[in-house]
């Protein structure tokens, strides 16, 4: 315990005086009433996984773009997953994060979200021809809501509805012309962490606004 190896928590269950390895800790005192002592346990071990999501959270924020990105996105957008589509040839894997919107078979939609990291400087810009390719793959995925996390600038043109200029949103046509999904694309570029964290609160809200109008009679989402 000492050494940092372990956490211990004393719990005091009668009026037995505390040996000194105990009496200079602090302790559950469970001889006045149960639920004291076990609301004192469960504080305890709340503090003690806040404390290690910090310290995770202060090493990935010094590591590589797309892990500052992942941690930022699951602070943003709660839990991600991963997605695998197997099929007798190839397999399609991407990761997904999720909104509150009902769609066809539950209550919560995915958004899939594609990191783009910079591996230059000064980075490079999207061009036309990298969405180009990007729309390309999209089509393969059976969604309607994509998020593009990116430390490179955004080169190619998009619809400027959003009033954050970091935030670039691109539709996505179905077979009869009409929307049938969104792409927002979050430029990151040049921004620290608490930045970061902020366009990505105002590229959730975004995709909100954008998924209203993707809902169907019922009130879900369809699919695409």
Known sequence: MI????????VVIDKTEL???VGGLLYADFT????????????????????LEQAERQKAIKQSFWK???????????????????GDYESLDYNVAS???????????????????AYSSPAKPLTERWWSEYQEAIQRIP???FLVITERPVGFKAEE?????RLRVKAISDWRGKAGGYVVVA???KLNWRSQCAILKKARTLLLDLAQNLIGPDGRLSDP
């Open 3 to 10: 050494k940092g190896e372990c956490r211990v928590i004393p």
């Open 19 to 21: 040996p000194p390895e």
């Open 32 to 51: 006045s009433s149960f639920e004291f002592g076990i609301r004192a346990v469960v504080t305890a071990l709340e503090s003690e996984v806040g404390t």
């Open 68 to 86: 500052r990105a992942d941690v930022a996105l699951t602070e943003t957008f709660g839990s991600v997953s991963h997605c695998n589509l197997s």
């Open 99 to 117: 909104l509150p919107i009902p769609c066809a078979n539950r209550d919560e939609t995915d958004v899939v979200y594609e990191t783009v990291s």
């Open 143 to 145: 969604e309607r809501l």
């Open 161 to 165: 509805n959003s009033a954050e200029p």
């Open 187 to 189: 430029d990151l570029s």
